[in-house]
């Protein structure tokens, strides 16, 4: 995964790390198609583009309360990590 190569390079370099992830998609979810191919080049949803994708994969809305509550349960998470780590998470 992504965490690997920044796991490689802090062990060379001898930088203590942590990976903390959060799931928002379990792997037998198939995000809708017209999510994924609203999105620009940094991963952002184009808000106008998710409506025009929709409006022609009109079947595709069904999925998205799913995704929506699985997204802010992830981050729900990610913040509790946050929260209980305090500053002291991102020192040297």
Known sequence: MESGA???TAGRL???WIAVRAVADEADFAIPSSVTRSLDERGV???GSL???LMRH???T???PTLAFAF???LA???LVHRLAGPALLAP
């Open 6 to 8: 920044i796991a490689a």
């Open 14 to 16: 001898s930088i203590p």
């Open 45 to 47: 949803v184009r808000f």
């Open 51 to 53: 409506v025009a994708n």
């Open 58 to 60: 009109s079947s595709e």
């Open 62 to 64: 069904l999925a998205l």
């Open 72 to 74: 802010r349960t992830a």
């Open 77 to 79: 998470s990610l913040r």
